[in-house]
């Protein structure tokens, strides 16, 4: 199977700072790859750059076995990458719909003076809410209303509008509850079992565990671990982020 997305040997610095050194990942359709490591280990900086805010120095990056230049967060869209950055990027103020379509709003013909075609952008919030299992009340009423899991909702919605192979997610459960990081899980469950591929940054190794199918740990800007899902402990995860001891069991250290 060819992945959905395959970095080959991707570097980045910044000034002196080496971010990403020679990293090669992929996500296959249907799969959950999670990117763990510790503060400063690239994380961010390769979802970045997947999502055509950053640009690599040096490396190769192929979708569906294509190579893609991701100059922009457009053209990254127009790749079929979408990222839910951790911030959400939700206006408070405006209702779901206006969430979901913020940038990407629908609007009807020239000859009626191009009007934002609301009843179409509903069905289409409706269709994308349902296929995530978000429940919402209404539509219409402003997203400071929601719960965070709701509004994570809302936020992963808004990258599915345009219906992405490739969705990334940066801290989708920082600064949930627990309840709340569950509705999140099953999100992305559902991302999984539309045969998406999702590529998820977490600190939370519960939430790695149980989500993961596999599991790539960072360090200092290399990819030091990759473990599949049952193939490693909690311990083996810890000594590969800090670099403590290296993994004992074979699943590990397949660099
Ligand atoms: N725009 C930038 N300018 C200079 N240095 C940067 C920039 N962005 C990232 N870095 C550096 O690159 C390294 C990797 O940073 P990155 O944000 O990717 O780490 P991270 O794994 O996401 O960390 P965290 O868990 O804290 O979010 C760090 O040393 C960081 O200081
Ligand atoms: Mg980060």
């Not at 990334?168 to 627990?178: H, K, M």
């Amino acid at each position: 199977m060819t992945p959905l997305l395959q970095l080959t040997k991707v570097s980045k610095h910044f000034g002196g700072v080496r971010a990403l050194h020679e990293v090669d990942l992929s996500v296959d359709a249907g799969e959950v790859v999670a990117l763990v490591g510790d503060n400063g280990a690239g994380k961010s900086t390769l979802v970045k750059i997947v999502s055509g805010v950053e640009s690599p120095d040096t490396g190769e990056i192929r979708v569906r076995g294509e190579a893609a230049r991701l100059e922009s967060p457009r053209a990254a869209a127009e790749a079929g990458i979408r990222t839910v950055f951790q911030d959400l990027s939700l206006c408070d103020n405006l209702d779901a719909v206006q969430n979901l379509f913020l940038g990407q709003e629908r609007y009807g013909p020239v000859w009626s003076g191009r009007r934002v075609r609301r009843h179409v952008m509903e069905e289409q919030a409706q269709r994308v809410l349902e296929s995530l299992s978000v429940k919402l009340r209404a539509l219409n009423t402003p997203v400071v209303a929601l719960s965070g899991g709701q509004r994570q909702g809302i936020a992963i919605g808004r990258a599915l509008i345009s219906d992405p192979a490739v969705v990334l997610l940066d801290e989708p459960t920082a600064a949930l509850g627990v309840s709340q990081r569950g509705e999140v899980l099953d999100l992305i469950q559902r991302l999984r079992e539309q045969g998406r591929g999702v590529l998820v940054i977490s600190h939370d190794m519960k939430d790695v565990r149980q989500v993961a199918d596999r599991v790539v740990v960072l360090r200092l800007g290399a990819k030091v671990a990759e473990f599949r899902r049952g193939g490693y402990t909690p311990a083996d995860l810890v000594s590969a982020m800090t670099g403590a001891h290296e993994p004992t069991d074979g699943e590990g250290g397949d660099l």
